[in-house]
Nanobody, 128 residues
Framework: QVQLVESGGGLVQAGGSLRLSCAAS??????????MGWFRQAPGKQREFVGR????????VYADSVKGRFTISRDNAKNTVYLQMNSLKPEDTANYYC???????????????????WGQGTQVTVSS
């Protein structure tokens, strides 16, 4: 059984910060050689790309809506990816998901369909 488990969500006031974690577990399941993505989905809306990080952590890409406020990092030794969210806004309220994308050498993607393993999500609520 392979799993991605997100944690760190919660309720925060506008302007505040949260750090989400995404830990991989399961026999032989590793994220160390894969692009990892973060997505979010608000009620009644489609799942949207937040950002991604390549396998080594040397390259990150962000949606315009979070650029300059969110930072993705990873610790492959711990099989974990992080999403640091600063200057949170009410419109950031959503369920946040991490997902495993392409192997080393495969171009990163912003499309959910290009990610094949997903966590269950963690809720982030930003109050105004």
């Amino acid at each position: 059984q392979v799993q991605l488990v997100e944690s760190g969500g919660g309720l925060v006031q506008a302007g505040g910060s949260l750090r989400l974690s995404c830990a991989a577990s399961g026999r032989t399941f590793s994220i160390g050689s894969f692009t990892m993505g973060w997505f979010r989905q608000a009620p009644g809306k489609q799942r949207e790309f937040v950002g991604r990080i390549n396998w080594s952590g040397s390259n990150t890409v962000y949606a315009d809506s979070v650029k300059g406020r969110f930072t993705i990092s990873r610790d492959n030794a711990k099989n974990t990816v992080y999403l640091q969210m600063n200057s949170l806004k009410p419109e950031d309220t959503a369920n946040y998901y991490c997902a495993r994308g392409g192997f080393v050498g495969v171009a990163g993607s912003i499309y959910p369909s290009d990610y094949n393993y997903w966590g269950q999500g963690t809720q982030v609520t930003v109050s105004s």
